[in-house]
């Protein structure tokens, strides 16, 4: 049985729907990503979740239990906000100890000092929020979550404000923590690069519907429709007709083909030892070299339109601006869709 | 780069001047003896400061007037600050209403608002025309915009509703949001705007004229009836009352300034009793 269930909730403002019949089912200590764009409605999905939104729709479990019309503090669902939301009134320990305090626990003073130890905030008890990093910061919103043991962990884009390299080791501790502690957990993000990381599963939202779920592989590898192709790597999206032109073959039916960059082989043109069996060829130039840390992307312009290529940076250069290139298209990496 | 710090100077000097003259001026009259046609006073004088605290009437003025004040504020920050916070996080599409409530005192000209409630409250259920109750709602209305700005203000910059959400969410009634997490955010705000208002209301005159006049004898009033008999009077008393307000502004900004500055002390303490408070009810 699911641990968590999200069955058919709808949302609207006034007359603009934000969640559009949404169902999701997650199993105990899953850590399930939704993914999509500013205003996909998955924030909205998180707060409704945490039952700081209502819903006009559907219901939502947890371990069984109908939440769908109590109030956030009796949900027993932790979150950590985007801003983070530390109380600035109140030192680290305080911030950690609320929640225990509120429920008037007995040895609140042991698992605050365990959770402190567990997010490395040891020496930083009597600091105040705005004496702390970014990071520290985030580290204190997700102790005062976690030290509630919820059953289910909300992330509204915690880590967003916070520069790559913090951002990296982050998601790492996050993941490690989460992990420890077994906790469902529900995060939140616009960055693909994150969900694909963190998730177990990965939620791609968009205009308030769930359109594609699965594992991070599955959303990579086959993305069911151009948004998630296009949201999700820098897949190439080819107009099919344009396509068939380009590859001179009419064998293949649908409407477009997504190709990821990374599938896609470049060989100057010249040399002859081209496999036809498996791979379309499309002649180009090469019209733009970037590199993306240890990534080179070509971009290829086609007759018809431009392709990127992106292969791993350890040669240096391998290809010019300008020169004159084929395309090799390996057949069973097209994803028609 | 240096040659524009001196005119940054030089300006402000100007304009500390300007401010200043009007009170310094104001000062040296109320301790002035013959001063006609000379630059300074020719002698000085203690006497129209002798005679103003010797006046009874001068002390009853005052406390009147403290009265008023105390009883205006405290009246404002008890309705006010929750009235705020629930519109700003619970009805949050009312919140251009009582804006537009909050700015009225300023497009009703005193005057127009006296008789107006002279006209309302002399007879019918509430009949306090003349009294100073009547004073006490028409001020609580003069200073509804510091209130409001200021409280708003404050909700605003600590983001009061997120900070809620997270106590909610953490297992806190929204009471216990309001008082644990959101309250000791905003004090500070608050005293700025009750500071604003005290000041106002200590020299307010339209209202307390036409509303009560005679009857119930302010500051404001006192001194305008002083005004006719010597001004070195009046200035003794202007200068009495500024320094009042100079003082009180000065001891609560001092207070709250320490509050801040030492946030480790009163933390250590806050944590000490926190943990004395946990043990003792371990060990029940």
Redesign the interface.
Known sequence: MSYVTIDQVTKGYENQVVLNDISIKLKKGEFATLLGQSGCGKSTLLRSI???EDVDLGRILIDGKDITNL???Q?E???V?Q?Y???????V??NI???L????V????SRVKKMIDMVDLIGK??S?PHQLSGGQQQRVALA??LV?EPKVLLLDEPLSALDAKIRKSLQKELKRIQKELDITTIFVTHDQEEAMTMSDRIFVMNKGQVVQSGSPSEIYTSPVNTFVAKFIGNYNVCDLEVFRKLVRSTEIKGNEVAIRPEVLQLVSVGQDSLDLQENWVIKGVIKDVSMIGNVLRYEVETEESAFLVDYLHHRGNMFEQGERVHILVPKKECIIL | MKSSLTIHKVIVGLLVIYLLIPLVGTFLFSIAGKWDHTILPESYTMKWYIELFQDERFYDAFQRTLFLIVMTVGLSVVIMIPTIFIITVYFSKWEGLLQAAAMLPYGIPPIVGAVGLIKIYSDGPIQIAGTPWILIGAYFITILPFMYQGIRNSLRTVNAVQLVNAAELLGATKFQAFRTVVFPNITSGILVSTLLSVALLFSEFAFANLLVGGRFETLQIYLADKLNSSGHLTSAIVITYYSVILLLTGAVLKLTFRNEKKPVVSNKKRILSFHKNTTLEGEK
């Open positions: 945490a039952g700081l109030s956030p503090r949900r669902v932790g979150m906000f801003s939301a530390l109380f600035p009134n109140m030192s320990f305080d100890a609320y929640g305090k509120m429920k008037k007995k040895d609140i003073k008890e009597e105040y005062r979550a509630m």
